[in-house]
């Protein structure tokens, strides 16, 4: 079975600098996908970014960029120049591709991001 | 405006009671699913459909029950046999197509609190 694991519960940063948050993963598969969402106060879900495991390139958005490295089945998100409204839970998730697949998200504990002016 | 709604976004049950959230979609969307979120555990899948008049259990499906008999809705009952409900319930709905454009789209969440 699949699992994801964000091993920091917490983390802060000052306003315009630049924090990564890491994600790991357990796969047998080739195919997948992975995501970061982000849940403000709000808790409306909202995704972030994606990327698809076939796909050497990072995937970048705006501010919001990844490191995929597929070998160490690790994705990091890294935001730079942070804003206030970047404050929230990011949750890294895993999707699978293929045969059968029933486009189940599995969901890491999530990461609270803290951001100070 | 397209997108989920889940009603109500407050609701409280007395032990014993069962209790049903609603969950609709006008995205068109085929795939419809149910999360629970407790803290520090991420969000949990307890059930999901990927068409009408189907549905599987999720990883945490006791004490859950769901309907899918139309396209824009998929309510999900809390029995009392569930023995810990109270938490945070997010639905989401996916196209279902392939590729990495099949991402979910969340509804705002119903908290459900036992009391």
């Known amino acids: 079975a699949q699992t994801v694991t964000q091993s920091q519960p917490e983390m802060s940063v000052q306003e315009a600098e630049t924090v990564t948050l890491s994600c790991t993963y357990d796969?047998?598969?080739?195919?997948?996908?992975l995501f970061w969402y982000k849940q403000p106060p709000s808790r409306q879900m909202i995704l972030v970014i994606r990327?698809?495991?076939?796909?050497?390139q990072n995937a970048t958005e705006n501010r919001f960029s990844v490191n995929f490295q597929k070998a160490a089945k690790s994705f990091s998100l890294k935001i730079s120049d942070s804003q206030l409204g970047d404050a929230a839970m990011y949750f890294c998730?895993?999707?699978?591709?293929?045969?059968?697949?029933?486009?189940?998200?599995?969901f890491g504990t999530g990461t609270r991001l803290q951001v100070f002016p | 405006d397209g997108g989920i709604t889940q009603s109500p976004k407050y609701l409280f049950r007395k032990e014993g009671q069962n209790v049903t959230l609603s969950c609709e979609q006008n995205?068109?969307?085929?795939?419809m699913y149910w999360y629970r979120q407790d803290p520090g555990q991420g969000l949990r899948l307890i059930y999901y459909?990927?068409?009408?008049?189907?549905?599987q259990k999720g990883d945490i499906a006791e004490g859950y029950s769901v309907s899918r008999e139309k396209k824009e809705s998929f309510p999900l009952t809390v029995t009392s046999a569930q023995k810990n409900p109270t938490a945070f319930y997010l639905c989401?709905?996916?196209?279902?197509?392939?590729?990495?454009?099949?991402?979910?789209?969340f509804g705002p969440g119903t908290r459900l609190t036992v009391l």
């Open positions: 989401a709905s996916s196209p279902r197509t392939s590729g990495p454009y099949n991402e979910q789209f």
């Open positions: 796969t047998s598969e080739s195919d997948y996908y």
């Open positions: 990327q698809e495991a076939y796909k050497q």
């Open positions: 998730a895993y999707r699978s591709e293929g045969a059968g697949n029933t486009d189940k998200l599995i």
């Open positions: 995205l068109n969307h085929d795939a």
């Open positions: 459909s990927q068409i009408v008049n189907d549905f």
